[in-house]
């Protein structure tokens, strides 16, 4: 379940839809960068080169790309 959403002036539209349902927007100002979103993002890119190094391919199919990233967000 969600209770918090981080993120930056982008996500501003959505404050009113979301305290309807009781989660709490926490903005950050537009030039500024969300740390914990920022490490989750960079840990999931470092998971997916990790997964792509071992394999010995020198290109992959789209799709396959995608079901690489999978493992690395959950």
Same mark, same amino acid.
């Given at each position: 379940?969600?209770?918090?959403?981080?993120?930056?002036?982008?996500?501003?539209?959505?404050?009113?839809?979301?305290? !309807? /349902?009781? %989660? $709490?927007?926490?903005?950050?100002?537009?030039? @500024? !960068? /969300?740390? %914990? $979103?920022?490490?989750?993002?960079?840990?999931? @890119?470092?998971?997916?080169?990790?997964?792509?190094?071992?394999?010995?391919? @020198?290109?992959?199919?789209?799709?396959?790309?995608?079901?690489?990233?999978?493992?690395?967000?959950?």
């Amino acid at each position: 379940m969600v209770h918090t959403v981080l993120g930056d002036g982008q996500f501003a539209s959505l404050q009113n839809s979301l305290t !309807h /349902v009781g %989660v $709490v927007l926490n903005m950050s100002s537009r030039d @500024k !960068h /969300v740390p %914990v $979103v920022e490490r989750h993002i960079r840990k999931i @890119k470092e998971g997916t080169r990790a997964t792509y190094a071992k394999l010995p391919f @020198k290109a992959l199919p789209q799709c396959v790309i995608i079901k690489m990233v999978y493992p690395s967000i959950f």
